[in-house]
């Protein structure tokens, strides 16, 4: 072991291991160790992929991009997204910094510094977890961390049934206030003539039927995160209240006189594009400023076709509650992953437990799928192109949206230029 690279390590707070040109570990801090359930002796002399991937072949093999290839073959220092297995063989979304190292003998090593994107509550929300490895899905956890360390106003905007109270449950979970309360409100689901009281709380006797005090939503918050679900859709008269409450901190319960106060961080989600809702005066454009403090778009599920199996089968596994659990034949696998799932994460949710019912053998087929006839009967082997078609289309997308940028496009996916000019070559896009 290399004393000099190991008092070096053992400084940083994240997990951090050095390996050598044999994909070799040889040193790794405390912990790296811990997060592993390894000793220190235990993984010096492991090659890194067998304890981060469980794998016995280099994580570039594959298909990842892997950052020990990008320095010993490339010269490059880069930052990835990867999924690595602890050791009860729990997944674990990380991103990977590497860095450029030298011994005291001059030798050349890659130093990997960790940052696991997900509290140990920030993946599972009640019955449903965060489950997927696809670059639109690592992207977007990735953002979702990052944003949750900030203490702006964050609004997620995703199709109906992407998981908007997931993402936010998993952005609260990753703040400093995880240990406060996480409070939910479908602004869709509030009368307008009640939205004031269930926000702010009113007196007794405020109004017909009030008989007693009730705490408003913002004030159960306090310290927390307020969650406004279907924010598009409060009502034009309660917006300018909202936003002095957010801008002062300060609100009255409806019929009272005391000023209160609370300290809560707000995270919306909608549906629409609220800028339109702007133009079409049913949205106020100050405060969607304040609600806009960050805005993160979660990925549709048509965009995140290879998710679908892992996705599909811990649905199944809740759906059975872990007893007889079924499985997808490969065509259902096929079928799913040639449908564009309008409904999203929710519609796949309905669609594999009416499945459960129907399949007799512990076998879905596509058969069992109430699918369209146009994707009930894809083959298998059709699936390989749906998905590159997905992925033909989500690097359009990522194109247009940033202009045509690589660098930009590149961040975005987590992986670098020279791994985004690959695949753009692969699909004949990007030409110039």
């Known amino acids: 072991m290399d004393i000099e690279l190991q008092s070096l390590i053992d400084t940083h707070e994240q997990p951090f291991v050095v390996i050598d040109r044999s994909y070799r570990i040889v040193a790794a801090n ?14 010096v002399g492991q090659q890194c992929h067998a304890v981060s991937h469980h794998s016995q072949r280099p994580c570039h093999e594959n298909g990842e ?14 930052e990835v997204l990867h999924t690595h297995y602890h050791a009860d063989n729990q997944p674990e979304r990380t991103r990977i910094r590497g860095h450029r190292l030298r011994g005291a003998d001059g030798e050349l090593y890659l130093g990997e510094q960790l940052f696991p994107l997900e509290a140990e509550a920030g993946s599972e929300c009640d019955a449903m977890q965060m489950i997927g490895q696809s670059p639109a899905f690592l992207s977007c956890v990735d953002n979702l961390a990052r944003v949750a360390e900030s203490e702006a106003s964050i609004l997620l905007y ?28 479908n602004c869709a689901a509030v009368p307008e003539s009640l939205f004031e009281s269930e926000l702010f709380g009113h007196e007794r006797g405020a109004f017909s039927g009030s008989s007693g005090l009730k705490k408003g939503l913002f004030e159960l918050a306090d310290s927390g995160t307020l969650f406004l679900d279907e924010v598009g859709e409060i009502p034009l008269a309660m917006q300018a209240k909202l936003l002095r409450v957010l801008e002062t901190g300060e609100f009255r319960r409806v019929g009272g006189t005391q000023t209160l106060t609370a300290d809560v961080r707000v995270v919306s ?6 800028l339109d809702e702007v133009d079409a005066k049913r949205f106020r454009l100050d405060l969607y400023y304040r609600l806009a403090g960050i805005d993160v778009t979660l990925p549709p599920l048509r965009e995140r076709a290879a998710d679908l199996p892992d996705l599909a089968n811990f649905l199944l596994k809740r759906l059975t509650g872990g007893q007889s659990p079924c499985r997808l034949a490969p065509d259902a696998v096929a079928a799913l992953q040639a449908y564009d799932f309008p409904g999203n994460v929710r519609e796949l949710r309905n669609l594999l437990q009416h499945a459960v019912l129907s399949c007799r053998d512990g076998t879905i087929r596509a058969a069992d799928l109430r699918l369209p ?34 660098a930009r496009v590149a961040a975005a996916l987590g992986v670098t230029e020279r791994t985004l000019y690959r695949k753009l070559k692969q699909h004949g896009l990007g030409k110039s």
């Open 30 to 43: 405390q912990r790296y160790c811990d997060a592993y359930g390894m000793t220190p002796a235990a993984i």
């Open 373 to 406: 006839p146009r994707v009930a009967h894809v083959r298998p082997d059709a699936a390989s192109a749906s998905l590159r078609d997905m992925e033909r289309a989500h690097l359009q997308s990522l194109l247009d949206a940033h202009q045509g940028h690589r």
């Open 158 to 185: 995703g199709e109906s049934g992407v998981g908007k109270e997931l993402a936010a449950r998993f952005i609260h979970a990753r703040s400093n206030r995880a240990g406060a309360a996480f409070i939910v409100i």
């Open 269 to 274: 989600a909608t549906n629409r594009r609220l």
């Open 65 to 78: 991009h892997c950052p020990h290839q990008a320095l010993f073959t490339q010269g490059e220092t880069v």
